[in-house]
């Protein structure tokens, strides 16, 4: 299947991929963003600049549009796809974790019908996923975040466009009106075989009241939740300290806009 | 492998040719268009030579197959100049000396004419971000912001001697 | 002669209208009927015996013209730069991962691909030397060259020094990274003879080794470069082209032969990776007293220009400063890691990387500004460096220093916070450095144009300096333009061409604008005399009175009704030859005591960059918020191009301070790619601050011009670095300095 292409192209010119039949699902009209009450819903072949230049995910999703926003540079946004960043499954893939944090589902279908599943539970390992060979990813759900949520992304990459991610970490907090966190996710890329959420972080961060030291501690523990390697882009000891870094970072700029949305609103 | 008739539009022409299933918009403009202007710097989509807009937007054509060009419109850089006169932004490069050896630039012109069509009036910012995908090892990227400038510079001008466009 | 109209003004290069329609053609772009496709198969190993070698089967492949192995070179099988050590095609033992073994030229590249597939080669892997120091112990053969140069006592400067100095400093390979990639186009003229479009620096070298390789006379190949899209040194050696003569020799039609990006940065040379021991002896003052060096350069499998890049290392490694007592041993050793070769700069960046740094290391200790130490031990015009050249024009060291602090208010730089948050921490860092410019005393710099005025006036200037870039030839158009007063728009300058244009040598060394630049004025003075000589006899008037400007003759400064284009018609009319062909040679002054360097350069390219960084000090990353860069070009022709070789110089050397490096392991290169060998883009560069000084170089240079192709990436590393130590505290000694090098930050800061 090729929607955008830039990864699988790529891998056909390598020779790592030598499609016989190759299905162009530009044909099948999942470009579009559309608003329902509860949901947004995505196409699979919309493209990153749509993503970026759409008013509705710019309102609702501003850490989804702020990871389009670093990705690759212009040429590449204008072509790679929100279903293709899925389905390549890489574990550095930028645009997963913000979804993940905004709790998305997809939505597979082939010939017998569709399953939905949240997206975290997609991957199986790098350049792994549990579609079927008959399936195609056809859309993202995004459910409507609670009224005060807030999310932040961060990437790490050596420099400041066309870079793959050292580690990316997108923070995601909404609270109850005393401060108290309601949902929290913490969605790491590029740490581990899989895009992951750094569990035990959130249980620290869960059901309680935001306080730095509450925040530190939670970046710490998801420091210690990860399992990266070493690559010629950073070595596994870089990437559990940014870990920490970012996250920390990222927890705290989530739970500033929190407070400003409250004032604002 | 099966070639396929695809047709679509290039820098104002309709064109109809025989395209394979692997073979990249990039090698059909250059192998079997003779368009060599748009160059091939890595094959991989690393460094923008060969940028070209499909349907209005800037893009690597060699990320994109030959046949996801069908019933599109492709405009390259042989495409810019109308009637014999060069677009501001290609006289400004010069004037700026926007590019030294001159292989990043069919590329960069793509991308700057994209931002000039959609921004009359682009921030230092603004055309750093648009050229963040086209590599340039020669020049750096100062005399691209001052072309792209002088150039939405000149474009307004030109309009607003013109009156605003018809909608 | 009046004011000047053209030289120093902007002026868009000659070429700038084919570029920027499209129309430029590079060596990808060539296309000829029948042409054929060229690929070369190479070797998967770092070292390896060829056991065995068939290409039956691939020859016998429909679509395939020519399959070559070494057996098949008609003549030499070797490149040949400084020595013919690198096999065209190996014979019996791979050396590293860039080696070609095979050779093929096919009707498309899918059956060219094909054709490499069926090649049936095995291969015996052999252990290969990767670590140059280890190496050095275990095999004295290995040591490709050993030298050391001495002036002065250095052991009794350090006995009698208040302060010693010693650090090691690593620096890594770098990659060119030309927008275009190696590549030629091979045919056979009606004649027999060989012609090849070559993305060259070096023409007439190209048709010898060519020449040699297909053991042909020189007179039978033609070499002609077309746009070339980019060098910075690769392409001053031979790459491709040979294999495309070759192959279309064999084939009996043209060969188009383009290296992929990976394959390129596989095979071609990188810049030396050194390892530098170097020890700094002072005075409390601040005063140099003396300096000691032991580089080990990493050569690769063959010599390639090791020895050239090791002699500029030793030649520059005591920085623009006084400096009398000096050893430098400079050591090369053969490995099976990527070759190596010539690189912008050549190397002098990895040497000021080391003096630079150390400097500051040294004002430091003493508790001295860093600008002040430097201007406190700056040459001066007149200075003897310890290679025995005297300065003749020095005045741009210190100027270029003070110059580029009043530009960042070095003094008052600390009123921009140091600390704008918690995790940032702001610095300066400055470095100046001097380069040469030219081949050096003793070896024959020269170059030739040839030059002609036709009837209307219309200028065509013939030159083999390769432009790939650079902006020679715009420099050339404003040359002869300025001297036969005519406009730009009158000069075409036609594209190297062996057959047309005389040798220029190659462009290297900073050396086209002031060798070919001369050539141009010789010529160009030719003709102009011989106008100026019809002027004055058609108006009567004397011809000291006379001059060329703006397409008229003037007359004690104002235009005559007479025309250029008239004098070239009288010219043409009464059989008056308008056409000059010179040939120029760079003389270095005999009246100098024995310069005991060997090649020592001796037009110096004084600059100097500051650098103001920002630095997270919880991730490592360092961001260049402003760089400011002053460089001397003695006079600047082409304002245009002097500028954009300076910030892309500059935007090289933040890449190559940073985040550039190729890894490796065990000879293998891990990252191939434009996307994982990391070069700074247009959001990671800031706007470069520059300004050039004009101090004219008094003997040999045209109108004073020096050439500053090279200076600008040579400050760079060290400026940042600088800037980082004085941002955290923490003085760095390797290159690239990544995030990963920078962390941890020392405590307290």
């Known amino acids: 299947m090729i929607a955008g292409g830039t990864d699988l192209i790529l891998r056909m010119r390598d020779r790592v991929l030598s499609p016989s039949l190759l299905i162009d699902l530009r044909a099948l009209s999942l470009g579009n963003i559309v608003l329902g009450d509860d949901e947004l819903c995505i196409g699979t072949s919309v493209s990153l600049s749509q993503v970026l230049e759409n008013t509705d995910t710019q309102r609702l999703f501003p850490a989804l549009v702020a990871a389009c926003r670093e990705f690759a540079g212009p040429p590449i946004r204008n072509r790679a796809t929100l279903g293709g960043n899925i389905a390549n499954a890489s574990p550095a893939a930028d645009l997963v974790p913000p979804l993940g944090a905004y709790d998305a589902r997809v939505v597979l279908r082939s010939a017998g019908g569709e399953r939905v599943l949240p997206l975290l539970e997609f991957f199986t390992g790098p350049g792994q996923s549990v579609i079927e060979p008959d399936e195609i990813l056809t859309e993202i759900r995004l459910p409507l975040m609670p009224t005060l949520s807030a999310a932040t992304f961060i990437k790490l990459g050596q420099r400041r466009s066309m870079a793959i991610s050292q580690v990316n970490v997108t923070t995601r907090l909404s609270i109850h009106e005393e401060n108290v966190v309601s949902e929290v996710r913490i969605v790491l890329g590029a740490v581990a075989p899989v895009p992951m959420r750094a569990l035990a972080a959130e249980q620290i961060i869960s059901g309680n009241a935001l306080s730095d030291e509450l925040l530190c501690s939670a970046a710490q523990k998801a420091a210690e939740e990860i399992m990266p390697i070493s690559d010629v882009r950073a070595s596994r000891s870089y990437r559990v300290e940014m870990t920490e870094v970012l996250v920390r970072r990222a927890l705290f700029a989530t739970r500033d806009e929190l407070g400003r949305n409250a004032t604002d609103g | 492998m099966a070639e396929t008739q695809i047709a679509f539009n290039i820098n104002g022409n309709q064109e109809q040719i025989a395209a394979e299933p692997n073979q990249t918009l990039l090698q059909l403009l250059r192998d079997e268009l003779g368009l060599t202007g748009t160059k091939d710097g890595c094959s991989s989509g690393d460094c923008g030579a060969c940028v070209v807009l499909l349907d209005g937007k800037p893009v690597n054509s060699c990320m994109v197959l030959a046949l996801q060009a069908e019933g599109s419109s492709v405009t390259t850089i042989e495409g810019l100049a109308k009637d014999g006169e060069l677009h501001p932004v290609q006289r400004t490069f010069g004037e700026a000396w926007a590019f030294q050896c001159g292989f990043c630039t069919p590329g960069m012109l793509i991308s700057c004419y994209a931002l000039l069509e959609s921004n009359d009036n682009p921030t230092r910012e603004e055309i750093l971000r648009a050229i963040a995908g086209n590599f340039c090892r020669c020049t750096g990227y100062q005399g691209v912001v001052k072309a792209v400038q002088q150039a939405a510079a000149e474009l307004r001008a030109t309009n607003s001697s013109e009156g605003a466009p018809d909608e | 002669m009046s004011e000047l109209a053209i030289v120093g003004q902007w002026a868009a290069s000659p070429g700038a209208e084919e570029i920027v329609t499209g129309e430029a053609r590079y060596c990808p772009d060539i296309r000829l009927p029948g042409m054929l496709c060229g690929k070369l198969l190479y ?39 400084a020595q013919p050590d690198q096999p065209l095609l190996v014979v019996d033992e791979v050396r590293f991962q860039g080696d070609a073994v095979a050779a093929v030229a096919a009707r498309d590249a899918r059956t060219a691909d094909a054709a490499l597939a069926a090649i049936d080669v095995e291969y015996e892997e052999l252990p290969g030397v990767f670590d140059p120091l280890e190496a050095m112990q275990r095999d004295p053969d290995s040591v490709m060259t050993n030298q050391v140069y001495r002036s002065g006592d250095v052991a009794a400067a350090i006995a009698s020094a208040d302060v010693v100095i010693e650090n090691t400093y690593r620096t890594q390979w770098a990659e060119h990274a030309f927008l275009e990639t190696e590549g030629g186009v091979g045919l056979v003229d009606d004649d027999g003879g060989i ?185 001066e015009t007149g200075t003897k460096m310890y290679t025995g050249v005297v300065v003749r024009e020095g005045t741009a060291m210190k100027a270029s220093l003070n110059k580029a602090a009043e530009m960042i208010d070095w003094q008052s730089r600390d009123q921009l916070e140091r600390e704008p948050a918690s995790h940032l921490r702001r610095g300066w860092g400055v470095a100046t450095i001097l380069k040469g410019s030219g081949l050096g005393r003793g070896l024959s710099d020269h170059a030739g144009v040839m030059l002609e005025m036709h009837r209307d006036g219309s200028v065509v200037l013939h030159s083999a300096a390769a432009d790939m870039g650079q902006g020679i030839t715009t420099v050339m158009a404003q040359l002869a333009a300025e001297r036969l007063g005519v406009d730009m728009a009158s000069v075409r300058v036609v594209r190297a061409d062996t057959s047309k244009s005389p040798d220029a040598g190659g462009t290297s060394a900073s050396r086209q604008a002031m060798v070919s630049g001369n050539a141009v004025l010789e010529a160009a003075d030719s003709i102009r005399n011989t106008l100026l000589k019809l002027a004055a006899g058609k108006t009567r008037i004397e011809m000291d009175r006379l001059d060329l400007k703006a397409g008229k003759l003037l007359v004690d400064g104002e235009p005559h009704e007479l025309s250029v284009s008239d004098l070239a018609q009288r010219a043409g009319n009464w059989g008056y030859p308008l056409h000059a062909e010179s040939l120029v040679h760079f003389e270095y002054p005999s009246d100098v005591p024995e310069v005991s360097y060997r090649y020592s350069q001796e037009v110096f390219q004084f600059c100097t960059q500051i650098a103001q960084v920002l630095v997270d000090c919880e991730t490592g990353q360092v961001s260049v918020e402003r ?123």
Do not use: W
């Open chain 3, 627 to 749: 760089m400011i860069a002053v460089h001397d070009a003695g006079k600047m022709i082409n304002p245009g191009g002097v500028y954009g070789q300076i910030e892309g110089g500059v935007a090289q050397g933040i890449g190559y301070a940073l985040t550039e490096e190729l890894v490796v392991q065990e000879g293998h290169t891990l990252n191939p790619s434009l996307e994982n060998y990391v070069i700074p883009m247009a959001l990671d560069i800031p706007e470069i601050e520059m300004e050039v000084l004009e101090f004219p170089e008094p003997i040999g240079a045209p109108l004073g011009a020096k050439g500053i192709a090279e200076s600008p990436i040579i400050p760079t590393a060290p400026a940042i670095r600088n800037a980082i130590y004085d941002a955290i505290g923490k003085p760095l000694y390797e290159l690239p300095m990544t995030a990963e090098r920078v962390l941890p930050i020392p405590d307290g800061n």
């Open chain 3, 43 to 81: 070797s998967p190993h770092a070292r390896a015996r060829v056991k065995k070698l068939d290409v039956s089967k691939a020859r016998e492949m429909d679509g395939v013209f020519a399959v070559l192995t070494h057996a098949d070179v008609p003549g030499e099988n070797s490149y040949l730069y």
């Open chain 3, 195 to 379: 012609t090849v479009y070559s993305s060259c620096q070096a023409p007439h070298r190209d048709r010898m080794q060519i020449a040699r390789a297909l053991a042909m006379p020189e007179s039978m190949v033609r070499v002609i470069t077309p746009y070339i899209g980019g060098a910075f040194g690769a392409k001053d050696e031979a790459h491709v082209q040979i294999h495309a003569g070759l192959l279309a020799h064999a084939a009996r039609r043209p060969v188009h032969l383009i290296r992929e990006r990976r394959e390129s940065i596989l095979t071609h040379v990188k810049r030396h990776p050194f390892v530098v021991e170097y020890t700094t002896a002072a005075t409390s003052e601040g005063k140099l007293l003396a300096v000691k060096a032991r580089a080990i350069a990493d050569a690769g499998p063959y010599t390639n220009s090791t020895h050239e890049v090791l002699n500029k290392f030793g030649e520059f490694i005591g920085g623009p400063y006084k400096v009398e007592n000096i050893e430098v041993e400079k050591i090369g050793v053969r490995t099976n890691n990527p070759i190596t070769g010539a690189f912008r700069g050549f190397g002098a960046p990895q040497a000021a990387f080391v003096y630079e740094s150390q400097m500051d290391d040294l004002a430091r200790q003493l508790g001295m500004d860093p600008l002040e130490i430097r201007l406190l031990n700056g040459v």
